[in-house]
């Protein structure tokens, strides 16, 4: 396939706009033109538009980088996040250990030590450094 400079840049006036984020702006319209090609392609990689939604996640993500630092946490409060996302009392993670053990972590008392962070990140699919 040849393409010359100028097919390209026909096609690029129209393209440039789904793929452009360089304000907050058009980060959000990003992010929900994303979040509509997640529900039409889903994960169906012969989808025609697959490679749009792969780009374009590529792009939000690349922004993200650059302009949305995530604050600093401990172990403990991610801990605590995730309890509060699944729904999770202190008694139902025995991989952390008993109630109190993870009452403890939970209140600064206690640090998360490497066994509870591996199990954890298993359990929670994230990887480790996490909890770190």
């Avoid at 946490?73 to 008694?91: C, K, N």
Wanted: net charge neutral.
């Amino acid at each position: 396939m040849n393409i010359s400079a100028k097919e390209i840049q026909n096609h690029w006036a129209s393209v440039r706009p789904l793929l452009t984020v360089r304000t907050k702006r058009e980060y959000d319209r990003a992010v929900t033109r994303l979040n509509s090609l997640l529900d039409e392609v889903g994960t169906n990689e012969r989808h025609p538009l697959y490679g749009l939604l792969d780009t374009l996640g590529t792009v939000i993500h690349a922004y993200e980088e650059e302009h949305q630092r995530l604050p600093e946490s401990t172990g403990a409060e991610m801990l605590g996040y995730f309890m509060q996302e699944h729904g999770l009392t202190q008694s139902e993670l025995p991989e952390v250990g008993s109630q109190g053990v993870v009452s403890e972590i939970l209140k600064g008392r206690r640090e998360l030590n490497v066994r509870q962070i591996r199990a954890l990140a298993r359990r929670f699919r994230v990887s480790p450094a996490v909890f770190m």
